[in-house]
Nanobody
Framework: QVQLVESGGGLVQAGDSLRLSCAASGRTFTSNTMAWFRQAPGKEREFVAA??????TYTDSVKGRFTISRDNAKNTVYLQMNSLKPEDTAVYYC????????????????WGQGTQVTVSS
């Protein structure tokens, strides 16, 4: 089992920055890929970014604004979010899987509880 705990969400204004963190514990050596998803009210959960040993993947709407990174020594993955927009408002979830980078919710085995990000205009 892998446990994931997100932190760093909050209320910010458009144009501001936030950094989300996801601390992993348990059988973390099985988590080749770590990812961030988000879910806005009334919408389905959607892929944001993923990181694995072989590289990075971003959804088009965050390219150039968001950066995913990981600190293996701390078993932590980060999401640096710059130039935030009101449409970025959502609950952000950390996810993990043992395989290669993937963009579908069903492909991930472990999930955190989520952290709220609210961007005001």
């Amino acid at each position: 089992q892998v446990q994931l705990v997100e932190s760093g969400g909050g209320l910010v204004q458009a144009g501001d920055s936030l950094r989300l963190s996801c601390a992993a514990s348990g059988r973390t050596f099985t988590s080749n890929t770590m990812a961030w998803f988000r879910q806005a009210p009334g919408k389905e959960r959607e892929f944001v970014a993923a990181i694995s040993w072989s590289g990075l993947t971003y959804t088009d709407s965050v390219k150039g604004r968001f950066t995913i990174s990981r600190d293996n020594a701390k078993n932590t993955v980060y999401l640096q979010m710059n130039s935030l927009k009101p449409e970025d408002t959502a609950v952000y979830y950390c996810a993990a899987r043992s395989g290669h980078r993937a963009v579908l919710v069903v492909e991930y085995d472990y999930w955190g509880q989520g952290t709220q990000v609210t961007v005001s205009s």
